[in-house]
Each structure stands twice: as structure tokens, then as C-alpha cells.
């Protein structure tokens, strides 16, 4: 019972310095309307892509089906002998088939399941819900319907459930628990102010939202590669005439139908890519004017160094795993601090330089490069409303304990895979 007491006695004196950490009002920068009428655009042009993708299709089988018509006359009227008849008039229309089998896969493929992450709840993290609603009405952005940590190093706010949650304010907010145990406080602050300042995108989010999945669609149309194509390329150096022919014809059209998608699919990443770029550049403003410019530009450090970091300690992890059976006692207990480890002896390295690469931003970032988002944010130079030093792993009632055992957990998932490699 005194425990429980005095668990509750400590959250009551954080929470009350959580509160004070507040020191003012703050205005949310406004997207802007050439930012939503530029969305609105890219939208409309990036739904049109898929929409000639499945006329692509229409005109293909239809093409076929024409064939199939049109040959079976020229079929009885045409020179030659029997088998040279029928391969001239088979090998088109099997070809025609299943090319448009393989343009219509990526409609009806399944998607890649991820890796599983822990919810948080309110009553397990008191503290840290109280600061994550804080921030959010301090920006006036929604408040996330669940939040996850999970063990990549990044931070993400996305729709809930998709589509299901596009007309409401069903949002997920997902934590990685390497800048949680990595950031201060006030560095954390600029990272959950920057993804809710993506929920405050309402039109924005939503419009950006329909970009991003057709993006990612194009790109699994044009690279996914799978059992069925390395079938089709079998067939065509193992079979016979007919159906080595026919193989070869429906390669080919294969190869011209991504050809012309991987086109699409570039015209559609240039077009939208802009207005991405300043969807993050407005969610690095609102940052800016909660944890303030010099935090917001400290956090895109140390979180570039906690990335350069997080590589090495997966291929780390990776390695212990494989080399023991037993991976509850051998695997490193707190990925957390092995990301903290590698990172600082990626500063002992360098001499302490940044590992923020300096180059400007292309065409086709969808990110703004992280040397043009530290100099518009110092640009801003905004002092920040909100100011609380410690480490942002104080605002998890017991932040190592959750990270031992997300790092227990992400090894039972993985050794199957490592066996039967």
C-alpha cells in the first residue's frame, strides 16, 4: 500500500512541474491556403494515375479479347501448317492474359504485416499522456485515439485504422522508444510537437494521406517482385515453343507495362513531393513555437545520430541473436541503451561533428533534407513556450523495464527467421 502511495505521490509532484513547464500561450502557424490548394492538386492529379494504370489494363484486354476475334478468322485463312497456325494465334492471347494477370496482382496483392508495438495506456503512463495533452492543446491538434512505442528510432502520427478513420479524428501516435530514452525532455517535446503539428494538418493530413498511399502503391507495382515472376522467367528458358514464345511475349509486355508505371509513378512523386515538403516544414514551425528553435535544431541532431546509431545496434542485436539459442539471456537487455552506446561511439569517432548530411533537397524528397529544415527552423529563432530539462525517458513510470521487455519480445519474433536462415 505505501508503495502504491507513494508511486501516486510522485506522479502528483512530476505532473505538477510538467505543468509549470508551460510559460505561455502559443498561436499555431496556419498551413496556408497555397499549401491546401496545392494538395488539392496533387490529390486530384495523383488519383487521375492509378486511374490510367486501369485503363492500361482495360485497353490490354481488350486488345486480347480483339485478337482472340479477329485471329479466329485469319486463323483458317492463314499459310503454313497447323502447329505454326496455332502458335501464331495461341501465343498472343495466353501472353495477353497473363500480362494482364500481372498488372492486375498489385490490386489484389496482400500487404506486408509489420512488426507488432506495445499501446500505452493512460493508467500505466500517467505522466506521459499528461504531457502528450498538454502539448496537443497547446497547439490545438487533436488528441491521438492510442499511442504505441515501438523499437524503431522515429516518431509517427498516421490514421488509425486508414481509410476507416479518414473522416474523423482517429489518429495513432507512434513512439520510438530509442528518442525516448535518448532525448531530454525538451528535445522529446520538439518531436511530438512536430507530429502534432501533422494532426493539426486536418485537410492537409487527410489530402496528404491519399498522396502517400498512392505512392506507395505505385512503388510496389513497379519493384514488387515475387514467386510469379520468377516463374514467368523460368518459363521462358525452360519451356517449349509454344510456351517459351508465349513467356517471352508476356515478359516483354511485363517489362513495357512497368516501363510506362514507373513513368507515372515519378510524375506523381515530383508533383507531390513539394507539397509534402512543406507539410513537414509547417510541422517543424509548430515545433519551433512549443519546445523553441534551439531545441527543435538539437532534437534533428541527436536524432540523426541516434539513426546512424540504431543501424549499427539492429546488426549488433542481429548477430547476438544468431549466435545464441537462448535469446532471454543473451540478447542485450535495453535496446535503448545500446542505440545510447553505439551513438557515442559514433561521436568518438568523428570528434564529436554532426552526422546531419550536408546537402540541399531534391526534387523528389518527400522530406526536406535535415540540413534545410535546421536552417529554416533557426530561421524562425522562436523562443518556445514550453521549457523542462531531464531526460524524456522521466515521463514513463518505469522506462526501462517497458524497454527490456519490448527487446525480449522483438527477439522471440525474430529468431524463427534467424533458425531458418
Not at 485478337?67 to 495466353?94: E, H, K
Not at 521462358?236 to 507515372?264: F, K, P
Request: net charge positive; proline share 5%; glycine share 6%.
Amino acid at each position: 500500500m505505501g508503495e502504491v502511495e507513494s508511486r501516486e505521490a510522485a506522479d502528483q509532484r512530476n505532473a505538477q512541474l510538467l505543468r509549470q513547464a508551460f510559460t505561455g500561450k502559443m498561436r499555431r502557424p496556419q498551413p496556408g491556403a497555397r499549401l491546401i490548394v496545392a494538395l488539392g492538386v496533387t490529390a486530384v492529379v495523383m488519383v487521375l494515375l492509378p486511374v490510367l494504370y486501369v485503363l492500361l489494363v482495360l485497353v490490354i484486354a481488350g486488345a486480347v479479347v480483339g485478337y482472340a476475334i479477329a485471329g479466329a478468322y485469319l486463323l483458317s485463312n492463314m499459310a503454313g501448317g497447323p502447329w505454326i497456325r496455332m502458335v501464331l494465334y495461341f501465343a498472343p492471347i495466353i501472353a495477353g492474359i497473363i500480362t494482364v494477370f500481372f498488372m492486375l496482382k498489385p490490386l489484389i496483392a496482400p500487404r506486408i504485416i509489420p512488426f507488432p508495438t506495445r499501446e500505452l495506456r493512460p493508467e500505466d503512463e500517467p505522466l506521459l499522456f499528461e504531457f502528450l495533452y498538454a502539448v496537443c492543446n497547446t497547439l490545438g491538434a487533436p488528441c491521438p485515439s492510442r499511442v504505441e512505442i515501438e523499437l524503431g528510432c522515429n516518431a509517427g502520427a498516421s490514421f488509425r485504422r486508414g481509410f476507416l478513420s479518414f473522416l474523423n479524428d482517429d489518429m495513432v501516435l507512434r513512439i520510438g522508444m530509442p528518442l525516448a530514452g535518448n532525448l531530454a525532455v525538451q528535445e522529446f517535446a520538439a518531436v511530438m510537437a512536430h507530429e502534432f503539428g501533422h494532426f493539426s494538418q486536418r485537410t492537409s493530413m487527410r489530402l496528404g494521406y491519399v498522396v502517400h498511399r498512392i505512392n506507395l502503391w505505385f512503388a510496389r507495382v513497379v519493384y514488387e517482385r515475387d514467386s510469379w515472376d520468377a516463374r514467368l522467367e523460368a518459363g521462358a528458358e525452360n519451356a517449349g515453343c509454344l510456351m517459351g514464345l508465349t513467356t517471352l511475349i508476356a515478359r516483354a509486355a511485363v517489362y513495357l507495362s512497368r516501363r510506362v508505371l514507373w513513368c507515372l509513378m515519378w510524375v506523381g512523386s515530383a508533383i507531390s513531393s513539394y507539397t509534402s515538403r512543406q507539410m513537414e516544414y509547417h510541422a517543424d514551425a509548430c515545433a519551433a513555437r512549443f519546445a523553441g528553435s534551439e531545441a527543435v535544431t538539437r532534437s534533428m541532431h541527436r536524432t540523426s545520430l541516434l539513426v546512424h546509431a540504431d543501424v549499427v545496434a539492429a546488426e549488433y542485436m542481429m548477430a547476438r541473436l544468431r549466435e545464441h539459442d537462448d535469446p532471454t539471456s543473451k540478447i542485450p537487455a535495453n535496446y535503448a541503451k545500446v542505440v545510447a552506446m553505439f551513438a557515442e561511439d559514433i561521436m568518438k569517432r568523428t570528434g564529436g561533428r554532426s552526422t546531419v548530411t550536408p546537402r540541399k533537397t531534391g526534387l523528389f524528397d518527400t522530406h526536406p533534407s535535415e540540413l534545410d529544415r535546421i536552417e529554416r527552423v533557426r530561421a524562425l529563432n522562436e523562443p518556445g513556450v514550453f521549457h523542462l530539462n531531464g531526460p524524456a525517458s522521466a515521463l514513463f513510470r518505469d522506462f526501462d523495464r517497458l524497454a527490456k521487455r519490448m527487446s525480449k519480445e522483438r527477439a522471440l519474433q525474430l529468431m524463427p527467421y534467424l533458425r531458418r536462415g
